[in-house]
C-alpha cells in the first residue's frame, strides 16, 4: 500500500524527465519501504512473545496496548486528553512564536537591543528550564494559564535566537538593493529582513515546537494534572501498563502531527525556502 | 557645450586591513566626468577599485576624499533617480518578477495602476513580459539579470550604474545581452557607467573607455571609442579599428606604457 502511494507523489514532469531512470529509483524507494515495514513487523512480534513472558505490569503487549487504546476512545477519555493538550500547547507555542518572532527581530536589527538582551537569552538557554515549573505555578497557579506558561517559557528561546540570527544573516546584496531603492526602514524588514529570515525562522520554530511538547506533558504532569500528561501520570500511578502505552503512543502522535503541520505550512506558504535552499539566494 | 551628468573630482578611498598593516588606498586621486546620454565603461584589473568607484557614484560606499556630483548635486547617500545593476542579480525569490520589480517603486507615491503600467513597461523592454508571475529561482541567470536591468530602468533613471551585470553569463549569453543591452539603453537614453573586466565587452557598449591601473586605483587612460552606439555585431567584427583599440587598451591595463605601444 506505502509503495502506491509513493508512485503518485512523483511528479508528473519528473517522471517524464527521468522516464529512464525511474525503475531503478522506485526499486530503491520499494526496498527502503520493504525492509522498514519487515523490521517493524519482526518487532511487534518480538515484542508481542516477549511481553507474553512478562509479568503485564513491566511490559504490555502490543495487543493489549491496542485493546487499551480502543477502550480509551470508547470512553472519550483520549479525545479529552487530546484535545486539552492541543490546546495547551497552541495557545503556549502561538505566544512562543508572536514573541520570539518581535523580539528576535528587535534584536536582528538593533546591535543595542541585543547586547541588552543577550545575557539574559543566554542564561535562559543554558538554563534547565524544567527547574521554573514551581516558580511558574507561584506565579500562576495550578492552572491553564501556568500550563501555557511553561510551554512558552519552554519554546520561546530557541524562537528568538534563530530569528535573530536570520536577520542578521540577510545578505548584503539584499540590503543594497533596499538602500538603493530608498527602502523605508519598515519596508526593510517587511519586504527584506523578515522573509530572508524565513528558513531560520522555520528551524527555530521545528526546535521551539519540539521543546513546547515537552513543556506541554511537563505542565500537564507537574502543574495540574489533566490532558494528555494527566493520563500518562493516572495510568502509570496505577501500573497500567497497557494504557500508559497508549498514553505515550498518542503524545508521539500530537508530536508528528504539529511537525507535519509546521512543514506543511513552510510548503505552502513559503515555497522558495525548499527551492532556494541549495543556491540559496537567485 | 555638453552637459555633465557625473563629476568625479580628486576622489581617493582606503580600506582599513583587518591584519594592522595600516590602511589600503584602493582608490587614488580619481578625476572623471560623464556627459548626459554618454556611455563609459570601466576596465582594469580586479582589485583596481572600479567597482569601489560606482558604488560611491550611486552612494552605496562613502566619499570622504574629493567630491562626486550627480546632476550637480553631491552625493551623499544614495542620490534620487539612479539604476543600479548588481553583479549578482539580487532578486527576491519570495517576489514574483513583477514584485521583483515593483520593489524599485515601493518608496515612490504613484498610483497602483500607474505603478503596474510602470512594471509592465519595463518587463516588456527587457523581454520579460511572459514571466512576469514566475519566481527569479525558476530563471536562467540570464533571464535573471534582465529582471535587475527591468528594476533598474523602472526608476527612470537619469544615470544607469551597472557592475559586471554579465560577468557570471556564460559567453552566448552575455553576448546576446550585450546586445540588448545596447538597444534598451539607446531607447531610454539614460547616462550609463558600466564596470566589466570585459575589453570587447566595454569596446562594443561604451563611448569611452576608462583604463584603470591597480594598488592604488587610478586612472591610466580614457579612450574614445570611434562609431555610434548601438554598434552590430557585424560592424564590430569587420572593423579593424575595433582590434587595434582592445590591443592597446590591454596594453595599458597591463601597465606598458602608451610610448613603448
Redesign the interface.
Same mark, same amino acid.
Given at each position: 500500500m506505502s509503495n502506491q502511494t509513493a508512485t503518485v507523489t512523483v511528479p508528473m514532469a519528473q517522471q517524464a524527465v527521468r522516464g529512464r531512470r525511474r525503475p531503478s529509483r522506485l526499486r530503491r524507494l520499494g526496498r527502503t519501504l520493504g525492509i522498514q515495514v519487515v523490521s517493524v513487523a519482526v518487532f511487534l512480534t518480538l515484542w508481542q512473545w516477549v511481553g507474553g513472558q512478562m509479568n503485564p505490569i513491566l511490559l504490555a503487549t502490543p495487543t493489549a496496548v491496542m485493546a487499551a487504546f480502543i477502550d480509551l476512545v470508547a470512553t472519550n477519555q483520549l479525545q479529552a486528553a487530546f484535545v486539552m493538550a492541543m490546546a495547551d500547547l497552541t495557545v503556549g507555542f502561538a505566544l512562543a512564536i508572536i514573541v520570539g518572532i518581535v523580539v528576535g527581530v528587535a534584536m536582528g536589527r538593533s546591535r543595542t537591543i541585543e547586547q541588552v538582551l543577550n545575557p539574559y537569552i543566554n542564561f535562559m538557554q543554558a538554563t534547565p528550564l524544567v527547574a521554573l515549573v514551581p516558580l511558574i505555578v507561584v506565579w500562576f497557579g495550578i492552572g491553564y494559564e501556568a500550563r501555557v506558561a511553561v510551554v512558552f517559557v519552554l519554546a520561546v528561546w530557541s524562537i528568538i535566537i534563530n530569528t535573530s540570527t536570520g536577520v542578521k544573516a540577510t545578505?548584503k546584496?539584499?540590503m543594497?538593493?533596499a538602500? /538603493?531603492?530608498?527602502?523605508?526602514t519598515f519596508?526593510q524588514l517587511r519586504?527584506?529582513s523578515l522573509?530572508?529570515a524565513?528558513p531560520f525562522i522555520f528551524s527555530g520554530l521545528r526546535i521551539g515546537l519540539g521543546k513546547a511538547l515537552i513543556g506541554m506533558v511537563i505542565a500537564e504532569m507537574e502543574v495540574s494534572v489533566v490532558g494528555l500528561g494527566g493520563l500518562l501520570n493516572d495510568y502509570g500511578m496505577e501500573f497500567k501498563t497497557a494504557y500508559l502505552l497508549a498514553g505515550i503512543a498518542t503524545a508521539s502522535m500530537v508530536g508528528v502531527l504539529t511537525a507535519v503541520g509546521l512543514e506543511f505550512i513552510q510548503a505552502r506558504f513559503?515555497?522558495?525556502v525548499h527551492? /532556494?535552499s541549495s543556491?540559496h539566494?537567485? | 557645450m555638453d552637459t555633465i551628468a557625473i563629476r568625479v573630482e580628486g576622489v581617493s578611498r582606503q580600506f582599513d586591513q583587518t591584519d594592522g598593516q595600516g590602511p589600503l588606498l584602493v582608490l587614488d586621486g580619481i578625476d572623471l566626468s560623464v556627459s548626459q546620454g554618454e556611455f563609459v565603461s570601466l576596465v582594469g584589473a580586479s582589485g583596481c577599485g572600479k567597482t569601489t568607484l560606482l558604488k560611491m557614484m550611486?552612494?552605496?560606499v562613502g566619499c570622504e576624499d574629493g567630491t562626486i556630483t550627480i546632476n550637480g548635486r553631491g552625493v551623499h547617500g544614495?542620490p534620487?533617480n539612479?539604476?543600479?545593476v548588481?553583479q549578482?542579480?539580487?532578486?527576491?525569490?519570495?517576489?514574483s518578477v513583477t514584485g521583483n520589480v515593483e520593489?524599485?517603486l515601493?518608496?515612490k507615491r504613484l498610483p497602483g495602476a500607474k505603478k503596474q503600467e510602470i512594471v509592465r513597461r519595463y518587463l516588456e523592454v527587457t523581454g520579460l513580459t511572459d514571466f512576469a508571475g514566475f519566481?527569479?529561482?525558476?530563471?536562467s541567470g540570464g533571464m535573471?539579470q534582465r529582471v535587475g536591468l527591468a528594476?533598474a530602468l523602472a526608476?527612470d533613471p537619469s544615470v544607469l550604474l551597472m557592475d559586471e551585470p554579465f560577468g557570471a553569463l556564460d559567453a552566448l549569453t552575455r553576448a546576446a545581452l550585450q546586445v540588448e543591452l545596447g538597444r534598451i539603453v539607446e531607447s531610454v537614453g539614460s547616462t550609463v557607467v558600466f564596470v566589466t573586466h570585459d575589453v570587447d565587452e566595454a569596446i562594443f557598449l561604451s563611448d569611452k573607455v576608462v583604463v584603470m591601473g591597480t594598488r592604488p586605483g587610478r586612472i591610466r587612460a580614457i579612450v574614445e571609442v570611434p562609431g555610434k552606439r548601438p554598434r552590430t555585431r557585424e560592424e564590430f567584427a569587420s572593423n579593424g579599428a575595433y582590434l587595434e583599440l582592445r590591443n592597446r587598451i590591454l596594453r595599458l591595463i597591463e601597465g606598458v606604457p602608451e610610448a613603448a605601444a
Amino acid at each position: 500500500m506505502s509503495n502506491q502511494t509513493a508512485t503518485v507523489t512523483v511528479p508528473m514532469a519528473q517522471q517524464a524527465v527521468r522516464g529512464r531512470r525511474r525503475p531503478s529509483r522506485l526499486r530503491r524507494l520499494g526496498r527502503t519501504l520493504g525492509i522498514q515495514v519487515v523490521s517493524v513487523a519482526v518487532f511487534l512480534t518480538l515484542w508481542q512473545w516477549v511481553g507474553g513472558q512478562m509479568n503485564p505490569i513491566l511490559l504490555a503487549t502490543p495487543t493489549a496496548v491496542m485493546a487499551a487504546f480502543i477502550d480509551l476512545v470508547a470512553t472519550n477519555q483520549l479525545q479529552a486528553a487530546f484535545v486539552m493538550a492541543m490546546a495547551d500547547l497552541t495557545v503556549g507555542f502561538a505566544l512562543a512564536i508572536i514573541v520570539g518572532i518581535v523580539v528576535g527581530v528587535a534584536m536582528g536589527r538593533s546591535r543595542t537591543i541585543e547586547q541588552v538582551l543577550n545575557p539574559y537569552i543566554n542564561f535562559m538557554q543554558a538554563t534547565p528550564l524544567v527547574a521554573l515549573v514551581p516558580l511558574i505555578v507561584v506565579w500562576f497557579g495550578i492552572g491553564y494559564e501556568a500550563r501555557v506558561a511553561v510551554v512558552f517559557v519552554l519554546a520561546v528561546w530557541s524562537i528568538i535566537i534563530n530569528t535573530s540570527t536570520g536577520v542578521k544573516a540577510t545578505p548584503k546584496i539584499l540590503m543594497e538593493v533596499a538602500q /538603493t531603492y530608498h527602502l523605508s526602514t519598515f519596508d526593510q524588514l517587511r519586504a527584506i529582513s523578515l522573509p530572508s529570515a524565513v528558513p531560520f525562522i522555520f528551524s527555530g520554530l521545528r526546535i521551539g515546537l519540539g521543546k513546547a511538547l515537552i513543556g506541554m506533558v511537563i505542565a500537564e504532569m507537574e502543574v495540574s494534572v489533566v490532558g494528555l500528561g494527566g493520563l500518562l501520570n493516572d495510568y502509570g500511578m496505577e501500573f497500567k501498563t497497557a494504557y500508559l502505552l497508549a498514553g505515550i503512543a498518542t503524545a508521539s502522535m500530537v508530536g508528528v502531527l504539529t511537525a507535519v503541520g509546521l512543514e506543511f505550512i513552510q510548503a505552502r506558504f513559503f515555497p522558495w525556502v525548499h527551492a /532556494t535552499s541549495s543556491r540559496h539566494q537567485a | 557645450m555638453d552637459t555633465i551628468a557625473i563629476r568625479v573630482e580628486g576622489v581617493s578611498r582606503q580600506f582599513d586591513q583587518t591584519d594592522g598593516q595600516g590602511p589600503l588606498l584602493v582608490l587614488d586621486g580619481i578625476d572623471l566626468s560623464v556627459s548626459q546620454g554618454e556611455f563609459v565603461s570601466l576596465v582594469g584589473a580586479s582589485g583596481c577599485g572600479k567597482t569601489t568607484l560606482l558604488k560611491m557614484m550611486g552612494g552605496l560606499v562613502g566619499c570622504e576624499d574629493g567630491t562626486i556630483t550627480i546632476n550637480g548635486r553631491g552625493v551623499h547617500g544614495v542620490p534620487d533617480n539612479i539604476g543600479f545593476v548588481f553583479q549578482e542579480p539580487g532578486l527576491l525569490p519570495w517576489r514574483s518578477v513583477t514584485g521583483n520589480v515593483e520593489l524599485a517603486l515601493q518608496h515612490k507615491r504613484l498610483p497602483g495602476a500607474k505603478k503596474q503600467e510602470i512594471v509592465r513597461r519595463y518587463l516588456e523592454v527587457t523581454g520579460l513580459t511572459d514571466f512576469a508571475g514566475f519566481p527569479p529561482y525558476r530563471l536562467s541567470g540570464g533571464m535573471q539579470q534582465r529582471v535587475g536591468l527591468a528594476r533598474a530602468l523602472a526608476v527612470d533613471p537619469s544615470v544607469l550604474l551597472m557592475d559586471e551585470p554579465f560577468g557570471a553569463l556564460d559567453a552566448l549569453t552575455r553576448a546576446a545581452l550585450q546586445v540588448e543591452l545596447g538597444r534598451i539603453v539607446e531607447s531610454v537614453g539614460s547616462t550609463v557607467v558600466f564596470v566589466t573586466h570585459d575589453v570587447d565587452e566595454a569596446i562594443f557598449l561604451s563611448d569611452k573607455v576608462v583604463v584603470m591601473g591597480t594598488r592604488p586605483g587610478r586612472i591610466r587612460a580614457i579612450v574614445e571609442v570611434p562609431g555610434k552606439r548601438p554598434r552590430t555585431r557585424e560592424e564590430f567584427a569587420s572593423n579593424g579599428a575595433y582590434l587595434e583599440l582592445r590591443n592597446r587598451i590591454l596594453r595599458l591595463i597591463e601597465g606598458v606604457p602608451e610610448a613603448a605601444a
